[in-house]
C-alpha cells in the first residue's frame, strides 16, 4: 500500500519527501541522542554534587557522632534544607541507630533500618545515597540522603524543547533549501516528460529534449534525442516507399486471391466432371456382368468387381472432394447456435441407422456458440460419426460429447473408447486423404476431419486430438479463438485432460 502511494508522487514530490523523511530521521535520532546523553551527564552531575555533600556531612559528624552530641547532629542535618532536592536525611550511629534526620513535610518517607547500600542507586525517580563516618578506619556511622530527581526531568524538558525548536528550524531550512535544488533534479527529467508525452500524442518526431546539464541527466536527454532522430530517419525511409509497397502488397493481395479463386474453380470443376467417367466406367462393368457374365471366368468376374469396387470409392472420394470445395466456399452465415441439440440429432441418425448398435452416449446439455450452423452441423456429424465408427467393435462403447470452461475459453471435446490412433502421426489427422487406419479395418475417405478443421478455422477455432491406441480418442476444439499454436494447443490438451469428468450416462440412445 505505501509503494503504491509512493508511486503516485511527482517526481518532484518524491525528492521532497525523500528529503523530508531522511531529515527527520536524522534530526529525531540526533534530538534522542542528545537527550539520552544529556540525561546522563546533568543527573550524574547531581549524583556527584549530592555525594559530595554527604561527605562534607559525614566528615563533620565525626566527633558528634563519637560523643553522642544530638544537638551537634541535629544543627548538621538541618543544615541540608536549604537543598531543596534533598527530601529526607539520616545519621546513623555504627549499630544503625537513628541518631538525626529531617524529613519533607511533601515526603512520606522515614529513615529505613538498614540501607544496605553499596554506595547509591535510582529508585522511584529518587537518587538514594549511603556515605559512612569513619575514624581512622573504624566505622562510626552512616549518612543516608533520600533526593529527588525532578530537577533532571525539568532539565530534560527543557533541553526537549529547546532541541525540538532547533530541530523544526533545521527541518525548515533543508525543506526550503531542498525546494530551490531540487529543480535541478527533476526540471530536467519533467521536461523530457513533457516532450515525450507530445511526441506519443502527436508522433512528430522532429520535436527534441533540451539539455541543461552534463550529468547523468543530460546523457539521458543525449540518447532520447538520439532515439528519436532514429525513430525520425526510420519514418521518413517508410513514408518514401509507403506508396511502392502498399501497390506491392495490394498486388500480391489480388494475385493470391485470384490464384484461390482459381484453385478452387479447379477443384470443383474436376471434382464435377469426373463423376461422370466414373459413373461410366461402374455402370459399365455392371453391364458387362449382366450381359456377359456366363462367358466370363472367376478371375474376370473378380478382376470386374474391384474395378467396381474401386470405381464406387472413387465416387466416394469426389463426392468428398466437392463436399470440401463447397465448405471452402460457402460464405458464413453466423447465428446462436445449439451444439447440444445439433450432436443429439447427429447420434440419432446414427442410431437409427444402426439399430441393433447399443451405446453409452452422454450429451452435455445447454452448449450454445455463434456459428455457422450448416458448417456447425457438419462438423457435429464428422466428428460423432467417427466416435460412432471406431466404437462399433467395443463390446461397451462410450461416446460423450461436452465442453471445459478455461479462463478465456470454451473447448468442446468428443470422447470415445474405441480404435484410436498412434499419436506420432496426429500431424496427418485433418489433412486432406490421410487416414490412419485401413479400409479393412475401418471404411473412410480421408476427406472428414480435413472438412471439420476447415470449418473449424473459417470460425477462428482450433481443433486437436489426443489418443491412445485400444483406448479410444478425444478430439478438441474452439471456436472463434485465433492466434493459437501447437504449444498452446498441447497445454490446453493438457488441462482439459486433467478437468474431464464425464457427465451423467445416458444409455442405449443420444439426448
Same mark, same amino acid.
Given at each position: 500500500?505505501k509503494? #503504491?502511494?509512493f508511486?503516485?508522487?511527482?517526481?518532484?514530490?518524491?525528492?521532497?519527501l525523500?528529503v523530508?523523511?531522511?531529515?527527520?530521521?536524522?534530526?529525531?535520532?540526533?534530538?534522542?541522542?542528545?537527550?539520552?546523553?544529556?540525561?546522563?551527564?546533568?543527573? +550524574?552531575?547531581?549524583?556527584?554534587?549530592?555525594?559530595?555533600?554527604?561527605?562534607?556531612?559525614a566528615?563533620?559528624s565525626?566527633?558528634?557522632?563519637?560523643?553522642?552530641?544530638?544537638?551537634?547532629?541535629?544543627?548538621?542535618?538541618?543544615?541540608? #534544607?536549604?537543598?531543596?532536592?534533598?527530601?529526607?536525611?539520616?545519621?546513623?550511629?555504627?549499630?544503625?541507630?537513628?541518631?538525626?534526620?529531617?524529613?519533607?513535610?511533601?515526603?512520606?518517607?522515614?529513615?529505613?533500618?538498614?540501607?544496605?547500600?553499596?554506595?547509591?542507586?535510582?529508585?522511584?525517580?529518587?537518587l538514594?545515597?549511603?556515605?559512612?563516618?569513619?575514624l581512622?578506619?573504624?566505622?562510626?556511622?552512616?549518612?543516608?540522603?533520600?533526593?529527588?530527581?525532578?530537577?533532571?526531568?525539568t532539565h530534560i524538558?527543557?533541553y526537549?524543547?529547546?532541541?525540538?525548536?532547533?530541530?523544526?528550524?533545521?527541518?525548515?531550512?533543508?525543506?526550503l533549501?531542498?525546494s530551490?535544488?531540487q529543480?535541478?533534479?527533476?526540471?530536467?527529467?519533467?521536461?523530457?516528460k513533457?516532450?515525450?508525452?507530445?511526441?506519443?500524442?502527436?508522433?512528430?518526431?522532429?520535436?527534441?529534449?533540451?539539455?541543461?546539464?552534463r550529468?547523468?541527466?543530460?546523457?539521458?536527454?543525449d540518447?532520447?534525442?538520439?532515439?528519436?532522430? =532514429?525513430?525520425?530517419?526510420?519514418?521518413a525511409?517508410?513514408?518514401?516507399?509507403?506508396?511502392?509497397? +502498399?501497390?506491392?502488397?495490394?498486388?500480391?493481395?489480388?494475385?493470391?486471391?485470384?490464384?484461390?479463386?482459381?484453385? =478452387?474453380?479447379?477443384?470443383?470443376?474436376?471434382?464435377?466432371?469426373?463423376?461422370?467417367?466414373?459413373?461410366a466406367?461402374?455402370?459399365?462393368?455392371?453391364a458387362?456382368?449382366?450381359?456377359c457374365? +456366363?462367358?466370363?471366368?472367376?478371375?474376370?468376374?473378380?478382376?470386374?468387381s474391384?474395378v467396381?469396387t474401386a470405381?464406387?470409392?472413387?465416387?466416394?472420394?469426389?463426392?468428398?472432394?466437392?463436399?470440401?470445395?463447397?465448405?471452402?466456399?460457402?460464405a458464413?452465415?453466423?447465428?446462436?447456435?445449439?451444439?447440444?441439440?445439433?450432436?443429439?440429432?447427429?447420434?440419432?441418425?446414427?442410431?437409427?441407422?444402426?439399430?441393433?448398435?447399443?451405446?453409452?452416449?452422454?450429451?452435455?446439455?445447454?452448449?450454445?456458440?455463434?456459428?455457422d450452423?450448416?458448417?456447425?452441423r457438419?462438423v457435429?456429424?464428422?466428428?460423432?460419426g467417427?466416435?460412432?465408427?471406431?466404437?462399433?467393435?467395443?463390446?461397451?462403447?462410450?461416446?460423450?460429447?461436452?465442453?471445459?470452461? +478455461?479462463?478465456?475459453?470454451t473447448?468442446?471435446?468428443?470422447?470415445?473408447?474405441?480404435?484410436?490412433?498412434?499419436?506420432n502421426y496426429?500431424?496427418?489427422?485433418?489433412?486432406?486423404?490421410?487416414?490412419?487406419?485401413?479400409?479393412?479395418?475401418?471404411?473412410?475417405?480421408?476427406?472428414?476431419?480435413?472438412?471439420?478443421?476447415?470449418?473449424?478455422?473459417?470460425?477462428?477455432?482450433?481443433?486437436?486430438?489426443?489418443?491412445?491406441?485400444?483406448e479410444?480418442?478425444?478430439?478438441?476444439?474452439?471456436?472463434?479463438?485465433?492466434?493459437?499454436?501447437?504449444?498452446?494447443?498441447?497445454?490446453?490438451?493438457?488441462?482439459?485432460?486433467?478437468?474431464?469428468?464425464?457427465?451423467?450416462?445416458l444409455q442405449d440412445?443420444?439426448?
Amino acid at each position: 500500500m505505501k509503494s #503504491r502511494l509512493f508511486r503516485k508522487f511527482s517526481l518532484k514530490g518524491k525528492i521532497m519527501l525523500l528529503v523530508s523523511i531522511v531529515t527527520l530521521t536524522v534530526l529525531t535520532l540526533m534530538t534522542g541522542l542528545l537527550i539520552a546523553y544529556e540525561s546522563y551527564t546533568f543527573r +550524574e552531575g547531581v549524583r556527584k554534587n549530592i555525594t559530595t555533600t554527604a561527605k562534607i556531612v559525614a566528615e563533620r559528624s565525626k566527633s558528634a557522632v563519637l560523643f553522642r552530641d544530638d544537638s551537634a547532629l541535629k544543627d548538621t542535618v538541618n543544615a541540608l #534544607r536549604s537543598n531543596e532536592s534533598i527530601l529526607l536525611a539520616c545519621i546513623y550511629d555504627a549499630d544503625v541507630n537513628v541518631l538525626a534526620f529531617f524529613n519533607r513535610e511533601a515526603h512520606t518517607n522515614h529513615c529505613p533500618r538498614r540501607p544496605h547500600l553499596t554506595t547509591y542507586k535510582y529508585q522511584n525517580g529518587l537518587l538514594l545515597l549511603e556515605e559512612n563516618i569513619s575514624l581512622n578506619d573504624e566505622l562510626l556511622g552512616a549518612v543516608y540522603l533520600e533526593v529527588s530527581l525532578i530537577d533532571v526531568s525539568t532539565h530534560i524538558q527543557n533541553y526537549l524543547l529547546f532541541t525540538s525548536i532547533v530541530g523544526v528550524i533545521v527541518f525548515v531550512i533543508v525543506y526550503l533549501l531542498t525546494s530551490v535544488l531540487q529543480n535541478q533534479i527533476s526540471a530536467p527529467l519533467v521536461q523530457l516528460k513533457v516532450v515525450a508525452k507530445r511526441i506519443a500524442k502527436n508522433r512528430d518526431y522532429s520535436l527534441r529534449a533540451e539539455q541543461s546539464s552534463r550529468d547523468e541527466i543530460g546523457e539521458l536527454v543525449d540518447a532520447f534525442n538520439q532515439m528519436l532522430q =532514429e525513430i525520425q530517419n526510420q519514418n521518413a525511409m517508410i513514408v518514401e516507399n509507403s506508396e511502392t509497397l +502498399e501497390a506491392e502488397i495490394n498486388e500480391r493481395t489480388r494475385e493470391l486471391k485470384n490464384t484461390n479463386a482459381e484453385l =478452387e474453380a479447379f477443384s470443383y470443376s474436376v471434382s464435377h466432371d469426373l463423376r461422370a467417367p466414373i459413373r461410366a466406367i461402374v455402370g459399365f462393368t455392371q453391364a458387362l456382368v449382366e450381359d456377359c457374365g +456366363e462367358q466370363l471366368d472367376d478371375i474376370a468376374l473378380d478382376h470386374i468387381s474391384r474395378v467396381t469396387t474401386a470405381g464406387h470409392k472413387m465416387d466416394e472420394l469426389i463426392t468428398s472432394l466437392l463436399h470440401l470445395s463447397r465448405v471452402t466456399r460457402k460464405a458464413l452465415n453466423e447465428q446462436p447456435v445449439d451444439l447440444s441439440a445439433l450432436a443429439a440429432e447427429s447420434l440419432k441418425s446414427l442410431a437409427d441407422a444402426n439399430p441393433d448398435r447399443k451405446a453409452q452416449i452422454t450429451i452435455q446439455h445447454g452448449m450454445t456458440d455463434i456459428g455457422d450452423i450448416k458448417l456447425l452441423r457438419v462438423v457435429m456429424d464428422n466428428l460423432l460419426g467417427n466416435a460412432w465408427k471406431y466404437t462399433q467393435k467395443e463390446k461397451q462403447p462410450v461416446i460423450e460429447f461436452g465442453r471445459i470452461q +478455461e479462463t478465456t475459453t470454451t473447448v468442446y471435446f468428443v470422447r470415445d473408447n474405441g480404435a484410436g490412433f498412434d499419436m506420432n502421426y496426429k500431424d496427418r489427422l485433418f489433412t486432406a486423404f490421410q487416414r490412419l487406419h485401413t479400409d479393412d479395418e475401418f471404411e473412410g475417405t480421408g476427406i472428414g476431419l480435413a472438412t471439420v478443421a476447415r470449418i473449424i478455422h473459417r470460425h477462428h477455432g482450433d481443433i486437436w486430438a489426443t489418443s491412445t491406441t485400444g483406448e479410444g480418442s478425444t478430439f478438441f476444439f474452439t471456436l472463434h479463438q485465433q492466434g493459437h499454436n501447437a504449444n498452446q494447443n498441447n497445454a490446453k490438451t493438457t488441462s482439459a485432460q486433467t478437468a474431464f469428468t464425464p457427465s451423467p450416462r445416458l444409455q442405449d440412445g443420444a439426448s
